[in-house]
């Protein structure tokens, strides 16, 4: 069993969430979301069907992030310019 202060992340790029979504990830209604210079700490619930289940409106590209971190025994997911593009995981075009 892990210790319960040591806690995994999911290491992934922005490109896995829409631009539009990438604007405005820290309005979105019940996340936990910390933002930094090139990107965010999302925290991935324990349960995600519950968290669905309490809270309307939570886009796609979240839900899918949560499920894959949440299968992986992930507690937040790393969203960084830099980071890896994740298969599995939808990509999403951020060229204008």
């Given amino acids: 069993m892990p210790h319960p202060n040591i806690h995994q992340y ?3 790029s922005t ?3 829409p631009p539009d979504l990438l604007e405005g990830i820290d309005t979105v ?3 936990i ?3 930094f210079q090139y990107g965010w700490w999302l925290w991935v619930p ?3 069907a519950e968290q669905l289940a309490d809270y309307e ?3 796609d590209a979240i ?3 949560w499920r894959f971190a949440r299968a992986h025994e992930c507690d937040w997911v790393l ?3 830099d980071g890896p593009e994740v298969d599995g995981l939808p990509t999403y075009d951020h060229a204008r």
């Fill in 63 to 65: 839900v899918a992030l």
């Fill in 46 to 48: 324990d349960d995600v």
């Fill in 29 to 31: 209604e019940n996340l």
């Fill in 15 to 17: 490109a896995h969430l």
């Fill in 33 to 35: 979301v910390r933002k």
């Fill in 57 to 59: 409106g939570i886009p």
């Fill in 79 to 81: 969203l960084d310019a």
């Fill in 10 to 12: 999911l290491d992934a």
